[in-house]
């Protein structure tokens, strides 16, 4: 469904008219309701608020940067507001087109796990988040890159992509729950071996590492899953590092298990540190490495520089947190 609207005045950076238009770019691929259903949704708490919008729909992510820029020229047009439907894969895909445009942006979560909304008080529950996104403030919100790449929850190298790229291949198969995320990570690190041999320099220090990955964390709810308590890291524009040292088959599996127990800062093989910008060379003349990006992967070339985006993303949360609490 598609509706025009007439121009408002372009709204501060930290207010809203609540006439702006929406412009929601949806991947059909992402979350495990049916996609007619999620726009009959969008379209019925649209009617019902009287609000003007636009749906820009891509089938499993084919031509997302395409359609999120031109949902961005529509705001632009129109002061109005992008709208990311679907996976924090998605989220990060249409962020990367709105950060620095001044645009406000907001989020309708559709993905499995949904950590950056959940972090910010957004429901995941479609008619929640809806009304949260209708009655909405702005708070700009810090985001990580990767060599000029956006991500708003982690970026990795080594295991973690193979471990989400083994994922995806079995939710292909079996569905999309966590106990299937589970168990493809078990299946994963049974034939897990490889390590990785880098430098990484941050803070003017440089070290050599022998470890099975480098997770670079942006999101204070899941690094709190996982038993790392680095929140105050992520509140003074710092990104965390999580990384190990070098680990057999089991030490792995104990690894995923305090993981999932929400103590892994309490194994001793686990290294963490927060920073603002970690720069990582890869070892044996490698150019190249294949990268996680919340949960889509990529492959960028060497070094790899994370570091905290110099503008902030102006993200529309709830105006009334108790909107999020009655999920």
Known sequence: MTESSAATPRPDAATLTGREPFF???NTGSGKQDADTVQETIAAAMAA???HYQLLAVVDGAGLAETAQQALQLAQQQNGIVVAVGGDGTLSAVSQVVLGSGVPFGVLPQGTFNYFGRSHGIPQDLGLALRCLLDA????????LLNDRVFLVNASLGLYPQLLQDREAFKQRFGRSRLVALWSALVTLLRAH???RVEIESDGKTRR????????GNNALQLEQMGLQRSDELAHDHLVAITSRPLGTLALYGLLLRGLLSRLGDDEHVISFGFDTLTVRLGAGRRR????????????????????????LPLLVPRDPALAADE
């Open 49 to 51: 608020a009287g609000r």
């Open 24 to 26: 929601l770019v949806m």
């Open 209 to 216: 590492l022998r470890t099975p990955s480098i997770v670079v």
């Open 289 to 312: 490495s294949k990268v996680a990006m919340d949960g889509e992967i990529f492959w960028l070339r060497a070094p790899l520089v994370f570091t905290v985006a110099r503008g902030r």
């Open 194 to 196: 490889r390590q990785l």
């Open 137 to 144: 403030v702005i708070k700009p919100v810090n985001v990580g």
